[in-house]
């Protein structure tokens, strides 16, 4: 396919991402901003269209965004535009300030520096990252040299163990203490042996699964439990306490089956995080890995949110979804984030 300029996004908005960033995302950042008393710094990967800064602006303070310029199939994306929506929100005071650093998140974070030669570095303690990836946690993004070969491959493990490692320093500075990580992907292209992971309730929760022969209905599930996995050992690492409220599932964009021509859909993911820095005297918090992953999805709908039942296939716990009750009901609402000063 050749090069087309295309003042188009390569992202896809639909009903069921706007019921997620208005009746899941944002009650909690709310939260969270209430608590402060003050509005947030967002860094992730809005896209040119910035429907997510859009919908919370009233609790953003700064944002920093990243914004890729093309992709394999060719397509061009109008990063510009991206730019220009930034410039307008700071203008009429809606935002302090807006960056957008061109290029690959994964290859900015990890090399520091963006297309437009910007330095990244981080020195605040940023308190809303909303890293909305198109693939998953386990597809690397291979970095290329100057002759087109590859150097190396990057996680997106790799890219959120960084940006805890720069929140760990901010901590240190005093800038705060507590923040909320979404964190989006495909479960469509989950292909990973986790036998490696030696954790007991992880391995009876994948035994579990092994009778289940629908591979989607697998796969998200042993992607929540990769996540759980690997995202409690990236926070630990930094000394961070780590809470995950119930996993969003949802039908993504269709795309034609490559075999059938049919039109399927991409079957998403958004994981939410509720992040805060251990105190000099504290255990870190361990959630309880079984009732998390044994509870059902939250179900998006382009209407509502709700619990997901796939009772053909497995028996999972039912829960009140609502956003509010499910904030208010945590270990981290109750024991660590009203109690804190920031």
């Avoid at 991206?82 to 935002?95: F, G, I, N, V």
């Avoid at 992040?275 to 870190?284: A, D, H, P, V």
């Avoid at 024991?335 to 920031?342: G, I, T, V």
């Amino acid at each position: 396919m050749s090069n087309v300029a295309a003042p188009a996004s390569f992202f896809s908005d639909h009903g069921r991402k706007d019921i997620i960033r208005k009746l899941w995302c944002k009650p909690l950042i709310e939260t969270l901003s209430n608590l402060l008393n003050k509005k947030l710094i967002y860094i992730g990967l809005p896209d040119i269209e910035a429907l997510d800064v859009l919908e919370w602006i009233e609790y953003l303070d700064r944002v920093i965004a990243f914004q890729c310029s093309s992709y394999k199939d060719g397509q061009i994306i109008d990063v510009a535009k991206l730019d220009a929506l930034l410039d307008t929100l700071e203008r009429q005071s809606k935002l302090k300030s807006g960056v957008v650093y061109q290029g690959w998140m994964e290859e900015i974070v990890m090399g520091g520096l963006s297309e437009r030669g910007q330095t990244y570095t981080q020195t605040d303690f940023l308190k809303v990252y909303n890293l909305d990836f198109c693939s998953n946690l386990v597809v690397p993004k291979e970095v290329v040299n100057a002759q087109g070969r590859k150097v190396k491959l990057i996680y997106k493990t790799d890219v959120i163990e960084k940006f805890i490692e720069y929140q760990s320093v901010a901590e240190s500075q005093k800038k705060g203490e507590k923040f909320i990580m979404y964190i989006t992907i495909n479960s469509n292209t989950f292909n990973m042996n986790l036998n490696a992971i030696k954790d007991t309730c992880i391995k009876n929760y994948l035994k579990k699964l092994s009778t289940i022969r629908k591979p989607e209905v697998v796969a998200v599930r042993q992607m929540k439990a990769y996540c759980y996995f690997k995202l409690n050992e990236i926070f630990t690492k930094y000394d961070f306490h780590i809470e995950f409220l119930p996993p969003v599932f949802y039908m993504g964009s269709a795309y034609p089956n490559k075999q059938t021509g049919k039109l399927l859909n991409h079957r998403m993911m958004t994981f939410t995080v509720l992040g805060t820095k251990k105190k000099k005297n504290e255990n870190l918090f361990k959630q309880n890995c079984e009732a998390f992953l044994n509870n059902k999805f939250i179900f998006a709908t382009d209407r509502v949110i709700n619990c997901y039942n796939d009772e053909r296939f497995i028996k999972e716990n039912d829960y009140n979804p609502d956003i509010q009750e499910l904030i208010k009901g945590s270990y981290t609402y109750q024991n660590l984030w009203p109690a804190r000063a920031d």
